[in-house]
């Protein structure tokens, strides 16, 4: 093969589409073939489903690819099929009523595999690793609290990503994001999903796996309420497993964004353990008010930073790499705080914040850099509807479908129909999410073109890019392959179900190319900056994948 038809095919999602979904294949520079036409064939019988001629050759200059578009949507029968045109062929992919059941599964999984403090002995992938940083962690400094000798009983949750740090910032919007999506479609989450060893203990085994997550982050919590910032060693353990990485590691200063953002999840987590236990759920929310009240002392932002804290782990903060607006301030964090606490309380002083601070921010991106479309949207879920909250609800949502608008006519502006065109370090993660914002737009509307625009962000995370590659582990026939975790690369292993980065101009790991946009990604497990799996990337993806077939009713 040589490069001009290496850059040719059919690129589609690839592990396939709802009954009822948008279903856009792109052929990729196609030099026009003897066949006028495309042949749909199903791969039971080699029949053909359907002849389609593609639609005029565009230009997409974001990639430089000369597109034609398949659009099979109205082919609803269950199967499995292939599209053919002239010598190029897609991938198999099936129409089905679950199809990403597999997948999903997958994704929840990886962080059981991700779990810190404990043997690993994995049923299902064989993965092993013995007890990995069960002396977590020293004080990197003394602070007004606790001083430098302090040891801080914080061993478990998560391995943040491929390196072995822990962060509150991304374990809270990790649980923030699946536990939303868990009140709001509870039945797509039961005990005995995961095989994880909760499972059979009578609840949802998604729920099980966020306690790790949270009840870690119960034990950085410092006693007058503030919330440690993260976990780390103070070097990258390059080719070690987790349990030969047996450097000192160190809690990190206190701030006031992650206070919040560990405040929002606690509060969140505690009306949602509760019909299953109700003392942890009391736990979570003294977690959360004491947080609160920490806060309340510190009208402004606060961040215990000093140099060398990020020698061995990522900032999480403004940064050189990292600059929006939304790091300069707390209010973004403080602001989901406020939804999620007035959602389990009820109480008249979070709802006071809510809205006295609702109208200086937009219906923004949700992610670590930024919580706060997670307390809005939260809020027009949850709140029971009094006059004040219907208003304030109504607001939202209006602010939200101001984004989803800008988000269609971006995706209208390129060939993959990418609703996300900043490709920054994590954009797969940004794709996701806004793929969120465009499904709930469909939900507050019922208008079926931001459901169609909510399908395409993960027919590119699925194969429908560049790459023709899924960007997740062992999902699609052709799946990310070196992905860079330092687990993985120590013991060669294939970790399935986790979601790289994604294509980022920046390429900090100067292994992508740079300055290349969609372009700029290797699949290589030296590209820390466009091929790392995170926890909060993996969680953006289900919360898609989830809304997306929630709204499926036949
Ligand atoms: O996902 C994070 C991304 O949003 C930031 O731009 C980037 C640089 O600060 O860091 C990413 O998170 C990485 C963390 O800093 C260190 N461990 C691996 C994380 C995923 O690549
Ligand atoms: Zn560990």
Redesign the pocket.
Known sequence: MNATTASQGIVLNQVGYLPSAAKIALVRNAEAPAEAVAQLINTADDSVALTLEPSALAIDSASGDGLQQLDFSGVRRSGSYRWQYGDLESVPFTIATNPYAAATRLLLRSYYLQRCGIELADPETGIYHPPCHRHDGRMAHSDSVNDAEWYLAAAGGWH????Y?K?VS?AAVTVGRLLSVYEQAPDRFWDGQLNIPESGNGIPDLLDEMRVGLDWMLRMQRADGAVYRKLSGTSWPIDLTPDEDTQTRYVYGISTPETAKFAGAMAQASRIFQPFDEAIAQQYLAAAVKAWDFLATQPRMLVDEHPGDNDG????LF?D??QEDTLRVDIDDRLWAAAELFLTTGQEPYAAYFSQHVDALPYGLF???DPSALGLLDFVMQAPNDVNATALKERIVEKLLTRADRLIAIAHSNGYHLANDCF???SN?MVAEEGITLAYAYQFTGDRRYLEAAQQQLDYLLGRNPFNQTFITAVGAHSVQHV?HLFARARDLLIPGLVV?GPNSDA?DEIAPKGQGILSYLDSEKS??TN???I??NASVIGLITLLESYVTS
């Open positions: 943040d990503a491929g390196d740090g962060y991304t782990s990522g900032a999480y940064s790499w990292d992610e670590w850099k920054i370090w994590g993660k860079n980065g900090q820390y900056a790392e799996y995170a909060d990337y």
